[in-house]
């Protein structure tokens, strides 16, 4: 998929997205509503290490059309998720760094 910055951005901010994208997720749906933003959560399912891991992540940082930062936190977990996106000559670039 070939998106322009601010596109890619509003797709991969909507981390409901994120079963489309990420093969360890099998379920992401956004908790409540619009607009997209600093506070807007997701419930996730994730695969880790063999089982499926119940996440609620939220944006902390929201920076478009060029960073997010989502963080979910669980007893003993905790995964900060930061995505960039720049622009390219035929769309965009991202960049998806986590940290667990």
Do not use: K
Request: aromatic fraction near 8%.
């Amino acid at each position: 998929m070939t998106l322009p910055p601010a596109e890619a951005f509003a797709y991969m901010a909507d981390f409901s997205n994120a079963r489309v994208w990420d093969p360890s997720v099998s379920e992401a749906v956004a908790v409540g509503g619009e607009p997209v933003g600093v506070g807007s959560e997701f419930d996730l399912v994730a695969r880790f290490a063999g089982r499926d891991v119940p996440l609620r992540y939220a944006i902390a940082e929201h920076d478009p059309p060029r960073r997010v930062v989502l963080e979910a936190r669980r007893p003993g977990f905790v995964s900060r998720d930061t995505i960039t996106v720049e622009p390219a000559a035929s769309g965009s670039i991202v960049h998806y760094d986590a940290t667990l």
